[in-house]
């Protein structure tokens, strides 16, 4: 069993940044990569960034490359996602979730954290 909690959501204007976190605990140690994953009102589940967690490479959705960062603190086992620039279509549910495998694809993430809500308006 994994757990996962996020938290850092809430509101902030176009152009500004938020971090959010994710604290994993449980059985932890088939996890290979930790991702972020989106999903929009009315609009299918995106990819948003992972951590591989073997060798802490990452990737990045083109919507967020440079914008966004993600990282890890091993001694907290916890997954940041830094979000800078933010734009109002980056508004979403933002998920943190663990796969066995390091991927790009929302439905091959095993495990889910609740959510976090972001909302980027004026």
């Known amino acids: 069993q994994v757990q996962l909690v996020e938290s850092g959501g809430g509101l902030v204007q176009p152009g500004g940044s938020l971090r959010l976190s994710c604290a994993a605990s449980?059985?932890?140690?088939?996890?290979?990569?930790m991702g972020w994953i989106r999903q929009a009102p009315g609009k299918e589940r995106e990819f948003v960034a992972y951590?591989?967690?073997?060798?802490?490479?990452?990737y990045y959705a083109d919507s967020v490359k440079g914008r966004f960062t993600i990282s890890r603190d091993n001694a907290r086992n916890t997954v940041y996602l830094q979000m800078n620039s933010l734009k109002p279509e980056d508004t979403a549910v933002y998920y943190c979730?663990?796969?066995?495998?390091?991927?790009?694809?929302?439905?091959?993430?095993?495990?889910w954290g609740q959510g976090t809500q972001v909302t980027v308006s004026s």
């Open positions: 979730a663990g796969a066995t495998s390091v991927t790009v694809y929302p439905d091959a993430y095993t495990y």
């Open positions: 449980g059985r932890t140690f088939g996890i290979k990569a």
């Open positions: 951590l591989s967690w073997s060798d802490g490479m990452t």
